[in-house]
């Protein structure tokens, strides 16, 4: 007897990594698929995607402009602190994620280069 969670005999539990076989819409849940995904996506973040959608970049633009953000507050706040630890330490926070915000936001509006032709030159 077949099911939608998987194949199940007549006593015995339910054989769940039978499911997810083929264009299963819930193949992510195999390990092995959640890597190659994951790999996907880290790629996409630390070095772009000429060919990503809109919808791609705008969600990392989102995502860098946040970096940015925190950036901007680590910077408000070494100016307004008068202890040098804190502001020592905001400066190393504020530098990471000025570099983590800057990094991404350059690859969300990284594009494919055209390629065009050139004439042949005679010197």
């Known amino acids: 007897m077949t099911t939608r969670h998987g194949t199940k005999s007549n006593d015995g539990p339910v054989d769940i990594l039978n499911v997810y ?3 299963d819409p819930l193949r992510r849940t195999i390990e ?3 890597i190659e995904g994951n790999y ?3 790629k996409f973040l630390w070095k772009g995607d000429p060919k990503a959608t809109p919808v791609q970049r705008a969600g990392l633009a989102l995502f860098s402009v946040l970096w940015l953000a925190l950036s901007v507050m680590a910077a408000t706040g ?3 602190s008068h202890d040098w630890g804190i502001r020592s330490m905001l400066s ?3 530098a990471f994620a000025a570099f983590l915000g800057a990094r ?3 690859n969300a509006i990284r594009r494919e ?4 032709a050139e004439p042949n030159r005679k010197s």
């Open 113 to 116: 280069r055209s390629r065009v």
């Open 32 to 34: 092995d698929d959640q």
């Open 21 to 23: 076989q083929g264009d």
């Open 104 to 106: 991404t936001f350059l």
């Open 92 to 94: 190393v926070v504020g």
């Open 40 to 42: 996907r996506v880290d």
């Open 78 to 80: 070494v100016f307004y």
